[in-house]
């Protein structure tokens, strides 16, 4: 017994492993072209589609492909429409696997002849560095699947003499339904629908199992791999939830369809098999695979914005919207996350900005404190996300860009408090002599919110760097004679003082405007940054 069950076991642990090592290897070696082309190549539906096709068939990995997806549209980088498509292809290239595995690893003896490889890729990871370490992770995977896969073929035939899978019922709807459930469960229990279908191509070839059952398997790991994108987003946002929801819908309405018009699936394999050379056993299963979801695809591409819709109905918007973007799926991909939260810092600018105005304006409605105490803890969720950002310790421009945006976060709390101060203060700013204050702080509120609007903030910088300048001698000058007479030559103490502590706390509120608009230009890199002249 333990003859037959070792091999099993440890084929099948040995495939998971070597499936990983080269998703993460090439994740890591081509990870920069799976963002590009899933951030540029993604304007129609079919653009869509064939992208995230192409890019789970390069990193070997639909969860990658997902979890970059789920970080795109987090950042707010491309729409949920969008990720639909790219979704529903990943569905589409993750068939590929099942090519590759019946079309060499079942046929040819790969497992011998890709030993070379795990050592090969063992001494680059070891020896190497940088992309080239990554790559050596991902030829060592390969080595290692191809390995396993003939260890599982081992096993598979020595369990075929003991239990006899082919007795499972065979034929009919409900036999295939009943031999879905059980493929469902063995993806949800290895949690990789991958290693799934090679155990059941594996067992077609040995003949352990017949073509109907393997096909219905197949469906029930199709149906399955949802289960694991599903237990990932629990806990996790609306983003990753609605991400997982159209998985889930898509490959539950592909499966059905597959069961539902499995006669008609069987005819069109058994055609490619008579005109088209398509071999019998593993092959064919491959195909009845990539089949059935490329039908699913031409089901779902011409409905995808009002799938899209359904999803977010079913879904909708929650929480505070400054920060629902900032998703703990975007840490490990350091560019996107540090855009999410760029443009998440940008917009809560905006909006105090825009409560400043307000105060600045008599006719204007009072902000609420709510809406003050609500800005600052999108803040404060902003600085825990930042601060968790994942960087390469030689990535300068990624830390120096995090380390502007944190310091932006700094001034934006400052910025947030003086305007909490200056609504519960009952300051009368309308006094002739706050005159000239108000009116540098109007011009430093205009710049700013303009760059913001225009994704310009560098442009505004030298002009708000010469209002804040001018109005902190300004104040210095109002201030010291005001306390030295000059300027009030009788008064109570008290009132020279809150005078003097009103032009103080505008020229620090315009001094955080320009700071808050320095390093917000300074965390959306264009170019070289101009070097700090004040903290």
Do not use: C
Not at 400 to 419: K, M, S, W
Not at 426 to 437: E, R, V
């Amino acid at each position: 017994m333990q003859e037959m069950l070792f091999p099993f076991v440890g084929g099948l642990g040995l495939f998971l492993i070597g499936m990983m090592l080269l998703s993460q290897g090439l994740v890591a070696f081509g990870g920069d072209l799976l963002k590009r082309a899933l951030s540029r190549f993604t304007g129609t539906p079919t653009a869509a589609v064939v992208s995230g096709a192409l890019a789970t068939v390069v990193v070997q990995s639909s969860s990658a492909t997902t979890v970059t997806l789920i970080g795109f549209v987090s950042a707010g980088l491309i729409s949920f429409s969008q990720a639909i498509g790219v979704l529903i292809g990943a569905s589409l290239g993750n068939t590929a696997t099942g090519w590759i595995v019946a079309g060499l690893g079942l046929k040819v003896n790969l497992g011998f002849y890709t030993l070379p490889l795990i050592g090969l890729g063992a001494l680059l990871k070891l020896t190497a560095k940088g992309r080239l370490a990554e790559f050596g992770l991902a030829l060592a995977g390969f080595g290692t699947m191809f390995t396993g896969l003939n260890t599982l073929q081992d096993g598979m035939r020595g369990l075929a003499t003991v239990f006899d899978l082919a007795s499972l019922p065979s034929g009919g709807y409900g036999a295939s339904v009943l031999i879905l459930l059980f493929g469902l469960a063995l993806t949800a229990v290895l949690q990789s629908s991958t290693a799934a279908i090679a155990t059941t191509l594996t067992a077609l070839h040995t003949q352990t199992i017949n073509f109907d059952q393997a096909a219905a398997l197949v469906v029930g790991a199709a149906i399955g791999t949802t289960l694991t994108g599903a237990l990932v987003t629990i806990g996790g946002t609306l983003h990753a939830k609605r991400t997982a929801v159209a998985y889930i819908l898509f490959n539950a309405v592909a499966g059905a369809l597959a069961i539902a018009l499995l006669p008609l699936l069987f005819w069109v394999i058994a055609w490619l098999g008579t005109h088209a050379g398509l071999d019998a056993g593993a092959m064919s299963l491959a195909a009845f695979h990539t089949l059935f979801i490329a039908l699913g695809v031409v089901l779902f591409l011409p409905v995808v914005p009002r799938f899209a819709g359904l999803v977010e109905r079913l879904l909708p918007d929650k929480g505070e919207p400054l920060t629902q973007r900032l998703d703990d799926s975007l840490l490990a991909l350091p560019a996107v996350a540090l855009e999410a939260a760029q443009r998440a810092l940008e917009q809560t600018t905006e909006q105090l900005l825009a409560l400043y105005s307000d105060l600045l304006t008599p006719a204007a409605p009072a902000p609420t404190p709510g809406r003050l105490q609500a800005l600052g803890r999108s803040l404060d969720t902003a600085y825990a996300f930042v601060s968790r950002i994942e960087l390469r310790p030689d990535d300068a421009a990624a830390a120096a860009q995090r380390i502007a945006q944190l310091h932006a976060i700094d001034h934006l709390l400052r910025f947030r408090t003086r305007l909490d101060d200056l609504l519960h203060a009952g300051l009368d700013l309308s006094a002739p002599g706050y005159a000239w204050a108000l009116s540098h702080n109007r011009q430093m509120l205009a710049l700013a919110r303009q760059g913001l609007a225009a994704r310009r903030l560098d442009e505004a910088l030298p002009e708000l760097e010469v209002n804040a300048l001018g109005l902190t001698e300004l104040s210095r000058q109002m201030r010291h004679a005001l306390l030295d007479g000059s300027d009030t030559p009788s008064g109570p103490a008290a009132d020279l003082l809150a005078k003097a502590d009103a032009y103080r706390w505008l020229e620090r509120t315009g001094h955080h405007i320009w700071r808050i608009g320095h390093y917000l230009a300074r965390g959306r890199p264009t170019g070289a940054a101009a070097p700090d002249r004040l903290a």
